[in-house]
């Protein structure tokens, strides 16, 4: 299994951005996807995340009503539509591969990840 992500970029506050995770490999097709993000000195934390079988979702408190994972994403994509950016948000972004069957916000239950794509929102 291999994970891209991509879509990063430099946006001033209040901006959108949207970013991709391409999901290869048959074996995790229904496994859920999560989004991570790690800022500067600070511990990498969980975003958001989707059951990719029946289109749960789960959001941050910090990013819920501001970002959103679409359930209707064209095959092995994985989009997460970011609103309202605040430069708090600026942080390297991961996609991941949960383990298991359901939503989870632990990254150690994610087993496969994408390299990161640099989100950078200026005040």
């Known amino acids: 299994v291999q994970l891209q992500a991509s879509g990063g970029g430099l946006v001033q506050a209040g901006g959108s951005l949207r970013l991709s995770c391409a999901v290869s490999g048959r074996a995790y097709n229904a496994n859920p996807v999560g989004w991570f993000r790690q800022a500067p000195g600070k511990d990498r934390e969980f975003v958001a995340a989707?059951?990719?079988?029946?289109?749960?979702?789960d959001y941050a408190d910090s990013v819920k009503g501001r970002f959103t994972i679409p359930r209707d994403s064209p095959g092995n994509t994985v989009y997460l539509q970011m609103s309202s950016l605040k430069p708090e948000d600026t942080a390297v972004y991961y996609c991941?591969?949960?383990?298991?069957?359901?939503?989870?916000?632990?990254?150690?239950?994610?087993?496969?990840w994408g390299q990161g794509t640099q989100v950078t929102v200026s005040s």
């Open positions: 989707i059951r990719r079988t029946d289109g749960r979702t």
């Open positions: 991941a591969i949960d383990r298991g069957p359901v939503i989870r916000r632990d990254q150690n239950e994610y087993d496969y």
